[in-house]
C-alpha cells in the first residue's frame, strides 16, 4: 500500500506562519512593508520607459517625456514608509535585546545577515553577465547600462544599513528626548538645504541621507510607543506634512518629483531633500490614521496569509525586479523590438502596461524561485557560541558592504575599461565586508534577533 504525503504549497505554508503569529503582533507593521516595496517595483516598472528610434532602443523616462506624470512620484516614492516601518521594528527588537542582556554585536549582526545575504546572489549573476558579455564582445555601454539598472535597488540597502546601525544612539536620543530627536533631525534637514541651495556649499547636501532618513526612522519609534493611536493626530500630522510638501513644491525650489528627472537640476531623492522629508511626514501620518480600519482588516486570514506570503520573498521581489526587467527588454530587442515602436506617454503604451507587467512578473517568478532562499537564516540548532565578533571588524564590514553597494548603483559593476569589464574593487567590497561579520550561520543568533 502506497501512502501519498501531499507537498505543501506557499500558500499552505504562509498559512501556516499566519496562524502561529502571536495575537498581539501588529498585522499592520507586515502590511505596510510589503506595501511599500510593491509599489516601489511598480514605480520602476512604470518610470522605466525604452522606446526604439531609429532602429536603436533609447532609455526613456516616463518622468521626463510626460511631465504630468511627475505628481504619481507623491503616492509611488514610498521608501519613507520603508523607514519608518523599520524604525518601529528596530525599537521592538533593540529595546528586546537590551533586556535580555544582548550586545550590539550580536544584535547588528543578525540585522547585517537578514538585509545582505539575499543581496550577494544578486551581484554575484551581474558579475558574471558583465564578465561573459564583455568576453562575448557585447557592447560595453550596453553592458553597463543593463548591470546599473539592475542594481539601482541596493542603494537603498547601504543607506537602511548605516540608518539600523545608529538605532543605539537613535534610539537613546529617543529616550531621553521624544520627538525633540525628530525635530532636531528636521532642523539638521533644514540647515543643509539651506547650505546647499541657498549658500551653494559644494557635497554637503548628501548629510541629508542620514538628517531626512533618521527623522523618518525616528517617526517609527514614536509609532511604536502609542504616539500615533489616535486616528484624528495621525491625521493632523499628514495633512501638516502635505501642507508642508505643497508649499515647499508651489513656493520653494523644489521640483513636483519625487524621485530624480533626467534633465532636472535638483533631486529630490539623490540625495533626499526637505521635500521628500515632508512627503515622509504626511504618508506617516495618513498611513496611521488608517491603522484601526486596517488591523481590523487583517483579521482575515486569506488576507493576512497573502501578507505574509508576500513579506517572506519580499527583498527578493525587490532586489529582482528590475533584472527581471531588463531580461524582458532584451528578449523584445532580440525580438526586432516587438511592442517598442510606441512612444511612452502615448494612448496605446498606457494600453500596453498591464501586457508588459504580465511578462514583468512572469520573468520575475523563477527569479524568485531560485533566490528567495536565500532570504531564510540557515538552521542554527546546535551550533556553539563563538566569541563575540571585535567592533573594530562588525564597523569595517559595515562601511565595506555599503560603500560597494552605493559604488554599484552610482558607477556600475560594469567597467567600458580594462580586460575583464567588471570593475572588481567594487564587487569584491560586499563580500570583503560579508566575510569580515562572519555571514552564514556560523554562531548561535538568538530568538530576540527576530
Same mark, same amino acid.
Given at each position: 500500500? +502506497?501512502?501519498?504525503? #501531499? ?81 518601529? /521594528? &528596530? ?6 535585546? %537590551?533586556?535580555?542582556?544582548? +550586545? ?29 558579455? +564583455? ?8 553592458? %553597463?547600462? /543593463? ?10 540597502? /547601504?543607506?537602511?544599513?548605516? @540608518? ?12 531621553? $528626548? ?11 534637514? @533644514? ?11 559644494? !557635497? ?17 519609534? /514614536? ?24 508649499? =515647499? ?18 533631486? &529630490? ?14 504618508? +506617516? ?9 486596517? *488591523?481590523?482588516?487583517?483579521? &482575515?486570514? *486569506?488576507?493576512?496569509?497573502?501578507? @505574509?506570503?508576500? &513579506? ?6 525587490? =532586489?529582482?525586479? =528590475? ?47 531560485? $533566490? ?12 556553539? #557560541?563563538?566569541?563575540?565578533?571585535? !567592533? ?43 566575510? =569580515? ?12 534577533? %527576530?
Amino acid at each position: 500500500m +502506497t501512502i501519498k504525503i #501531499d507537498k505543501p504549497t506557499l500558500w499552505s505554508r504562509a498559512g501556516s506562519m499566519a496562524r502561529k503569529a502571536p495575537p498581539e503582533r501588529n498585522r499592520y507593521v507586515d502590511f505596510l512593508r510589503a506595501f511599500s516595496i510593491l509599489a516601489v517595483v511598480v514605480g520602476h516598472w512604470l518610470v522605466a520607459a525604452p522606446y526604439m528610434d531609429e532602429g536603436a532602443v533609447t532609455g526613456g523616462h516616463l518622468l521626463g517625456i510626460v511631465p504630468w506624470t511627475q505628481w504619481l512620484t507623491w503616492g509611488f516614492q514610498v521608501m519613507p514608509i520603508f523607514f519608518l516601518v523599520g524604525g518601529f /521594528a &528596530n525599537h521592538a527588537s533593540w529595546s528586546a535585546n %537590551r533586556r535580555d542582556g544582548g +550586545t550590539y554585536a550580536e544584535w547588528f549582526t543578525g540585522r547585517l545577515q537578514r538585509l545582505v545575504n539575499p543581496v550577494l546572489p544578486l551581484f554575484l549573476i551581474w558579475t558574471l553577465f558583465a564578465l561573459f558579455g +564583455t568576453a562575448m564582445g557585447v557592447d560595453r555601454e550596453i553592458v %553597463r547600462l /543593463a548591470a546599473q539598472l539592475a542594481l539601482i535597488p541596493v542603494w537603498f540597502l /547601504a543607506v537602511y544599513l548605516m @540608518v539600523a546601525a545608529a538605532v543605539p544612539l537613535t534610539h537613546a536620543a529617543w529616550q531621553r $528626548f521624544g520627538l525633540g530627536s525628530f525635530w532636531g533631525l528636521v532642523a539638521g534637514a @533644514v540647515a543643509i538645504d539651506v547650505a546647499t541651495l541657498a549658500f551653494h556649499v559644494p !557635497y554637503v547636501n548628501f548629510l541629508n541621507f542620514g538628517f531626512v532618513w533618521l527623522a523618518v526612522h525616528q517617526l517609527g519609534y /514614536a509609532w511604536s510607543e502609542g504616539r500615533f493611536a489616535r486616528p484624528a493626530a495621525a491625521l493632523l500630522w499628514g495633512m501638516g506634512g502635505l501642507a508642508a510638501l505643497g508649499l =515647499l513644491v508651489g513656493f520653494g525650489p523644489y521640483p513636483v518629483a519625487m524621485i530624480g528627472v533626467p534633465g532636472e537640476p535638483l533631486s &529630490n531623492s539623490m540625495p533626499p531633500t526637505l521635500a521628500l522629508l515632508a512627503l515622509g511626514i504626511a504618508q +506617516t501620518g495618513l498611513a496611521l490614521a488608517l491603522q484601526p480600519a486596517a *488591523r481590523r482588516m487583517l483579521d &482575515n486570514m *486569506r488576507l493576512w496569509t497573502g501578507v @505574509v506570503l508576500v &513579506n517572506g520573498m519580499i527583498m527578493t521581489v525587490y =532586489l529582482w525586479h =528590475l533584472t527581471a526587467f531588463v531580461a524582458v527588454m532584451v528578449a523584445a530587442w532580440l525580438l526586432s523590438g516587438a511592442g517598442l515602436h510606441v512612444m511612452p506617454g502615448s494612448g496605446a503604451w498606457w494600453l500596453a502596461r498591464p501586457v508588459w507587467f504580465v511578462l514583468y512578473i512572469v520573468a520575475l517568478l523563477p527569479l524568485i524561485a531560485i $533566490f528567495a532562499r536565500f532570504e531564510r537564516p540557515g538552521s542554527i540548532a546546535g551550533l556553539p #557560541d563563538a566569541p563575540p565578533i571585535p !567592533y573594530w571588524r562588525l564597523v569595517a564590514g559595515l562601511l565595506l558592504i555599503s560603500a560597494g553597494l552605493a559604488a554599484s548603483a552610482v558607477f556600475s559593476i560594469a567597467s567600458p575599461e580594462g580586460v575583464t569589464g567588471v570593475r572588481l574593487w567594487i564587487v569584491a567590497m560586499p563580500f570583503l565586508g560579508a566575510a =569580515l561579520v562572519r555571514f552564514g550561520p556560523v554562531y548561535k543568533l538568538r530568538k530576540r534577533m %527576530r
